[in-house]
């Protein structure tokens, strides 16, 4: 069984930073592409940011891109989400997702599993 569980939120100032992390299980983690989703109180989930599976390749959404990083690493079978320059529109819980094959994917129908979520709050 697929499981994968994220950590690292919490709350932060507006321009501060935060690393999250997520651990997977019960899969050839190297195998698939990576993803971060979030939402907003009262929003749909929205992509974030995403890695193939050599973490050689990323995609961003345009409102992160230049503070966010994805990276991976496939020994440790963990994806991570360096978060800088944080702004209070960042508030959101944040999920890590395995994408359905080894490509890039921004679009949730191309993820199958799904972690809890981690909150992060950022204040202003």
């Known amino acids: 069984q697929v499981q994968l569980v994220e950590s690292g939120g919490g709350l932060v100032q507006a321009g501060g930073s935060l690393r999250l992390s997520c651990a997977a299980s019960g899969r050839t983690f190297s195998s698939y592409a990576m993803g971060w989703f979030r939402q907003a109180p009262g929003k749909e989930r929205e992509f974030v940011a995403c890695v193939d599976w050599s973490g050689g390749s990323t995609w961003y959404a345009d409102s992160v891109k230049g503070r966010f990083a994805i990276s991976r690493d496939n020994a440790e079978n963990s994806v991570y989400l360096r978060m800088n320059s944080l702004k209070p529109e960042d508030t959101a819980v944040y999920y890590c997702?395995?994408?359905?094959?080894?490509?890039?994917?921004?679009?949730?129908?191309?993820?199958?599993?799904w972690g809890q979520g981690t909150q992060v709050t950022v204040s202003s």
């Open positions: 997702a395995t994408s359905r094959t080894n490509y890039l994917a921004r679009r949730e129908e191309g993820y199958d599993y």
